[in-house]
């Protein structure tokens, strides 16, 4: 295990908020580990560094179920983007962004870009039931089922059925109602539609099991909190801090040489 002194320090933090079961975790393994997992629910919030060229993002994953509900502010905290995360087959967990999660974004950085996804959509969609694997490419779904990994023990069972080949489930949340959400979280920040990202480029439709649309997800949110991470740069330059670590060194080395 690296010690704490070694380890990267993230340049920007990205945070992913959404009710139990709509796959959160399932969309972070997808993107970072390229495979899919059937998860157990999130206890509190756990974190992957990624290195972005020269930079290093941390994406934050948290606890949709209510008993964690009050630690989501606090993971939220200084955050450059927030992923509001929901399940198409799931009306309510959609509302449940509104009514529970908007606010716990009140601690992110006041420049903080919101994102909407909606989770699941190859259960909807026959196009997002093909496989995407690291190079974009598409494969059937048979052979990326191969990939899917389950752990031992019981998993949370999902929000949604489970589709079987060929057999689509209807779809509860259409983007129409995602752009009209987004509309209204600008609102609640206080900002301007027309100087804000437009709702097209912000929400999302993905599929943690297949990998449709996760990659895209990820990293056009990675290009966009690029000026957050320059900006935070130049500032550290113009007030930099002082390693604490380093002058308990110095001090310890002046103290031995000093004469009694």
Not at 106 to 115: E, L, P, Q, R, S
Request: contains cysteine; charged residues 25%.
């Amino acid at each position: 295990m690296p010690e704490v002194s070694k380890m990267k320090k993230p340049d920007v933090k990205i945070v992913l908020l959404g009710d139990m079961n709509v796959g959160k975790t399932s969309l972070l393994h997808r993107y970072m580990e390229r495979k899919f997992k059937e998860t157990v629910s999130t206890v509190g919030g756990a974190f992957f560094l990624k290195q972005w060229g020269p930079y290093n993002i941390s994406i934050w994953d948290t606890a949709g179920r209510e008993q964690f509900h009050g630690l989501g502010s606090m993971y939220c905290r200084g955050a450059a983007a927030v992923i509001l995360t929901y399940d198409v087959t799931n009306w309510q967990s959609l509302a449940e962004l509104e009514e529970r999660f908007l606010s716990l974004t009140d601690t992110a950085n006041h420049d903080c870009i919101y994102a909407l996804v909606g989770n699941k959509a190859d259960l909807t969609d026959s196009k997002a039931q093909l496989c995407q694997d690291s190079d974009g490419l598409v494969k059937d779904r048979t052979e990326c089922n191969e990939e899917c990994e389950v752990p031992s023990g019981c998993p949370t069972p999902p929000a949604s059925p489970t589709s079987l080949p060929g057999v689509m489930l209807r779809k509860q949340v259409i983007n129409e109602d995602a752009v009209t959400l987004y509309g209204r979280i600008l609102r609640y920040k206080g900002l301007e539609e027309k100087s804000s990202l437009p709702a097209e480029k912000m929400c999302f439709e993905t599929s943690a099991k297949t990998g449709y649309n996760v990659d895209t997800l990820f990293e056009t949110l990675f290009d966009l909190v690029l000026p957050s991470i320059l900006r935070k740069r130049q500032e550290n330059q113009q007030s930099p801090t002082v390693d604490l670590e380093e002058c308990r060194m110095v001090g310890s080395k002046k103290g031995r040489s000093g004469c009694c």
